[in-house]
């Protein structure tokens, strides 16, 4: 069984560029979602995907985007990046909607702004 | 909404020590609550969850935890800790009946420092 995996590992951009971040599901696992570790802080939820489509959003603004593929992977796009969004970016799946799955846990991209 | 408080940021305890951290959360709909631990430059892995039944569950390490409902807590603890132990672990709920909706609130982590 292959467990989430994360691209890149570390990332380092400018103030203003754009970021693509990508995640692979594991397998079998129909629903991603992302979150942002700032340093020293838990996880914030930024949005979920589910056969394709959004289906829940955290606090972040519109400039935060994302993708679900065919295949369940999934990427993350930050446009105009700020100093704030330096942190680390986990990816998280599970097998359906239901709130009792668990979630699984790449170990995420470092990003880091300057 | 809902909301996770990890008051310790911190507890160092000696190795085969107990320990306890403690969680709280709120919430005006039903949860379902979950320990996750990060290891250094990993992502979390899910460590117990409560979702129903037994207010006391447990981990295949050794860990186990209480859900107390009239004191909202859900305190984490081991009767005797290693040093593979040391690690950031997290507090966290999530709704139940959310209709498909998996946000997950975190609280802010408690760093646990085993000392040899």
């Known amino acids: 069984e292959t467990g989430v995996t994360q691209s890149p590992t570390h990332l380092i951009k400018t103030r203003g560029q754009q970021v693509t971040l990508r995640c692979s599901s594991q397998?079998?696992?129909?629903?991603v979602s992302w979150y942002q570790q700032a340093l020293g802080q838990g996880p914030q939820f930024i949005f979920q995907?589910?056969?394709?489509?959004?289906?829940g959003r955290g606090n972040f603004p519109p400039r935060f985007s994302g993708l679900q593929f065919p295949n369940y992977s999934s990427e993350l796009n930050v446009n105009a990046l700020e100093l704030d969004d330096s942190a680390l970016y986990l990816c998280?799946?599970?097998?359906?909607?239901?709130?009792?799955?668990?979630?699984?846990f790449g170990n995420g991209t470092r990003l880091t702004v300057t | 909404a809902q909301s996770v408080t990890q008051l310790d940021s911190q507890v160092p305890v000696f190795e085969e020590a107990p320990v306890e951290l403690r969680c709280n959360y709120s919430?005006?709909?039903?949860?379902?609550l979950f320990w996750y631990v990060q290891y250094p430059n990993q992502g979390l892995q899910l460590l117990l969850k409560?979702?129903?039944?037994?207010?006391l569950v447990e981990s295949i390490n050794g860990f186990e935890a209480e859900f107390n409902k009239s004191q909202t807590s859900f305190h984490l603890r081991k009767p005797s800790v290693h040093i593979s132990d040391t690690a950031e672990y997290f507090c966290?709920?999530?709704?139940?009946?959310?209709?498909?909706?998996?946000?997950?609130?975190f609280g802010t982590g408690t760093k646990l420092q085993v000392i040899p």
């Open positions: 998280a799946s599970s097998s359906g909607t239901e709130g009792a799955s668990p979630l699984h």
């Open positions: 397998s079998g696992h129909n629903t």
């Open positions: 995907y589910y056969r394709e489509e959004e289906n």
């Open positions: 919430s005006s709909v039903s949860v379902y």
């Open positions: 409560y979702l129903s039944g037994s207010t």
């Open positions: 966290a709920v999530r709704r139940k009946n959310s209709g498909g909706y998996q946000k997950v609130t």
